[in-house]
């Protein structure tokens, strides 16, 4: 299915949680936030919550700032 | 200086220097930096996750610090993005504290201190403690106080200037005007701008471009660690007031003939 991770369009397989997509990306899953269509998923929902078509995220992490 | 500690909402510092960990050459650079500063509080920005590149994050650096982390909202222009940003950091675990910051401008960095206000009002009812950057207005920094900041933190001069504190007396003022800690953020340059902040009586000065850009960053937050440290006795010690004439320092009298 098509969604949008990023700014960026990908097609991953039906049927992932979003941790199934973190997983899918080989994200590591200790230092990142996730935002599905601006709506924060908590950590502890990523096993229940599905990837849906056309769902928009964005990953986040921290980087060097001041 | 053993029980000279600094209490921001519910944390106690030793260390009353904030770093930033932006804009170094290397990590391991940062790192070596960060331990010279004797920082406990290190600043972090929120940002897009590379996910097709490599996935070694700051954090994996950073752990191996015991520092607090205090992530920033750089890059905002309004407060729901702010708030947005905010929340995002606070659900990666590590820290419930917020630099909160409202760009007005891209080219001064100042604050908008009207979208500040809204979005630091929303944070603090999440529970957030709340930092706000903001303009060396004593009258902000009263009603950021007044909604529940744990800190507020003036600038100095424009972040990355290098400029130091120009308005020494609006910081004066802010001193006077509230109870929460007073911590610079923004314009120190050098050792000297941060032991004039401190000796002010600000309870902290957060920089980040005055040690990463430095020609030997590490050199400088060892330089800015002394500083600090320096203008906080000084602080505490009370200097002496002004005067225009000299004041003999030895004795008048019993001179020879």
């Known amino acids: ?66 | 200086m053993k029980d000279d500690l600094l209490v921001i909402g519910d944390k106690v510092f030793k260390s009353r220097l904030f770093v930033g960990t932006g804009k170094y050459a290397t990590p391991e650079l940062m790192l070596a930096a960060i331990e010279a500063s004797g920082a406990e509080v290190v600043t972090v920005a929120l940002r897009r996750m590379n996910i097709e590149g490599q996935q070694r994050t700051i954090l994996d650096y950073l752990s191996q610090t015991r520092c607090t982390i205090l992530p920033n909202t750089a890059g905002c222009y309004t407060a729901e993005e702010a708030i947005r940003t905010a929340r995002l950091a606070r659900e990666l675990g590590l820290s419930n504290m917020i630099k909160l910051e409202v760009i007005g401008d891209a080219k001064t960095l100042f604050p908008d201190n009207e979208a500040l206000l809204e979005a630091a009002k929303v944070l603090v009812k999440e529970g957030f403690i709340v930092l706000p950057y903001t303009n060396d207005d004593p009258v902000m920094a009263k009603k950021l106080e007044d909604i529940g900041c744990a800190a507020v933190m003036p600038l100095g001069a424009p972040i990355g200037s290098g400029l130091g504190i120009r308005n020494p007396y609006n910081i004066k003022i802010i001193l006077e005007t509230v109870k929460v800690p007073v911590i610079v953020d923004a314009g120190v340059g050098t050792a000297s701008d941060a032991s004039f902040a401190m000796e002010l009586g600000c309870s902290g000065v957060l920089m980040n471009t005055g040690i990463a850009g430095a020609k030997d960053p590490v050199k400088m937050a060892r330089a800015m660690k002394l500083a600090v440290e320096a203008g906080r006795l000084a602080y505490l010690a009370g200097r002496i007031p002004k005067k225009l004439y000299a004041s003999a320092s030895s004795p008048l009298d019993n001179l020879i003939e």
Request: aromatic share 12%.
């Open chain 1, 1 to 66: 299915m098509r969604v949008k991770v990023n700014g960026k369009e990908y097609v991953i397989p039906d049927g992932l949680t979003v941790r199934g997509m973190l997983s899918y990306f080989k994200i590591n899953e200790n230092f990142v936030a996730v935002e599905r269509n601006k709506e924060i998923v908590p950590k502890k929902e990523w096993d229940n919550v599905y990837v849906c078509e056309n769902d928009v995220f964005e990953i986040v992490t921290f980087v060097g700032g001041g």
